[in-house]
């Protein structure tokens, strides 16, 4: 933002996350932080709610729960969490994925064969069996 506004690069040290960003853009960027934070986790938490009772549930829950970890708990300790590229591209990969399992759950899942029905020609199989 100082090279962007041609203003001097304040000289102050913090040591929090949200420090960081009031020192480096002003008032406003801790508030809109929260905001946009607490705005992608309820709308993952609303995804992850429709995965209740699916295999697809503790992936969701895990992914929701890195985004929060890296997003408020790290942040809390400083913004290099947040500013590591790897870190970063990991959290938007893996919620693009965290929004797309609604959709995974909603297709029709393989079931195993049993054990009784495993040579059994494709016509036996359509046909139910022997």
């Not at 001097?8 to 929090?16: A, C, S």
């Not at 590229?85 to 693009?96: E, H, I, K, S, T």
Request: charged share 10%.
């Amino acid at each position: 933002m100082a090279r962007f506004l041609d203003q001097p690069v304040p000289n102050i040290g913090v040591e929090n996350g949200f420090g960081g960003l009031l020192v480096e853009m002003g008032i406003v960027a801790p508030f809109l932080w929260l905001y946009w934070v607490g705005a992608m986790l309820w709308a993952g938490w609303k995804v992850v709610r429709r995965l209740r009772e699916t295999v697809y549930f503790p992936i969701g829950f895990a992914l929701l729960w890195n985004a929060a970890v890296l997003t408020l708990l790290l942040m809390y300790f400083g913004v290099q969490s947040y500013q590591n590229f790897v870190n970063n591209a990991y959290m938007w990969l893996l919620l693009g994925v965290l929004f797309r399992l609604p959709y995974l759950a909603q297709m029709p899942q393989p079931v195993p064969i049993p054990e009784h029905m495993r040579g059994a020609a494709h016509w036996e199989l359509a046909m139910g069996g022997r």
